[in-house]
């Protein structure tokens, strides 16, 4: 939350864009859902001189328009995708038909540790400076290391240099409105095995192998799939993977913003979350870090509507 361009995101998109320049590509295409990605892609692409362009699913240009606005700013063309859903999946599907039909002149920078590869392996490794600093500053490895998940890239950033360390790591999804209702993004928790977006993962799926619709109070989080290394993660019991619904984010969200004076997003408050509810479980000797993925600022007016709602709902 403390990196320029308030999350993790920049760690990705400067050496992607570093790459891209390498390559002589003229042109930078991405994805975003929370629009943190299409921030920081514009950001890199300001640096290094290249044009960028973001794909942003309708209804998250609404829900972030801050951060349409910064993207607008960097002068990043933003183009809204009203196909499907109108979240994360369909702005990833909007990039990779861009993508193959100018692939020429274009480079695909994907924002998290999704998709065909090599961009899992890349991602991942660009985001390993996450667990590397925490290992470094804290000379020693915590006991539990907890991130939210939606494709990945925070919590795999963070768990991969620890996989062998003996670390607790616990991974937390959005359970929406509750996994039983189905309006949810809690891939890992109650996906199948499946491909899209050229990899082979769990997904959010009905019998027919058709993608199913998600639900999440965070933009970032609201994707039907994860990560292919999560899932083998998840497979081989080296990760644990659980889930937070909206509601208790929120609730997340507003503690740590009145104890501690930090307002993270709501991709993060999953993590936070599921920290407050083991913590009372631990002994107080225990070390417990939570990675907090991003700052806040852009989910100000989704939590200022959902209090209203939901205090208006509760009288």
């Known amino acids: 939350d403390l990196l320029h361009g308030g999350a993790h995101k920049i760690n990705n998109t400067l050496g992607q864009a570093l790459l891209a320049k390498k390559m002589k590509k003229k042109r930078i295409i991405a994805e975003t859902g929370a629009g943190q990605h299409g921030v920081a892609t514009a950001m890199a692409c300001s640096c290094l001189g290249l044009p960028s362009e973001v794909y942003m699913g309708y209804k998250d240009t609404v829900r972030q328009q ?26 990833i599907n909007e990039a990779i038909r861009d993508w193959i039909t100018n692939v020429d002149t274009t480079y695909y920078l994907l924002g998290s540790a999704v998709g065909p590869h090599p961009y899992p392996v890349m991602v991942r490794d660009f985001q390993s400076i996450i667990g590397k600093e925490i290992k470094k500053q804290m000379k020693n490895v915590p006991d539990t290391v907890i991130a939210c998940v939606g494709g990945g890239s925070n919590a795999i950033g963070t768990f991969y240099p620890m996989i062998d360390d003996g670390v607790e790591m616990i991974g ?100 936070i979350s599921h920290a407050i509810k083991i913590a ?27 209090l209203r709602k939901n205090v208006k709902n509760s009288r």
């Open 66 to 91: 801050q951060n349409v606005f910064r993207m607008d700013l960097l002068g990043c063309k933003v183009y809204p995708v009203k196909s499907g859903s109108q979240t994360l999946k369909d702005a």
């Open 172 to 271: 937390v999804e959005a359970a929406g409105k509750g996994l039983k209702t189905g309006k949810h993004s809690a891939t890992l928790n109650a996906g199948k095995k499946g491909v899209l977006h050229g990899m082979m993962t769990y997904l959010l799926q009905d019998n027919d192998g058709q993608i199913k619709e998600t639900h999440s109070i965070s933009a970032g989080l609201d994707y039907p799939g994860v990560g292919p290394e999560h899932a083998f993660l998840k497979d081989a019991g080296k990760v644990k993977y659980k889930s937070a619904t909206d509601s208790e984010v929120i609730d997340a969200f507003l503690t740590l913003t009145r104890t501690e004076g930090i307002i993270p997003a709501l991709e993060s408050a999953h993590a």
């Open 280 to 306: 009372k479980t631990k002994p107080k000797s225990d070390s417990i870090v939570v990675t907090l993925s991003g700052r806040g600022d852009k989910d100000i007016d989704i939590v200022k509507q959902y």
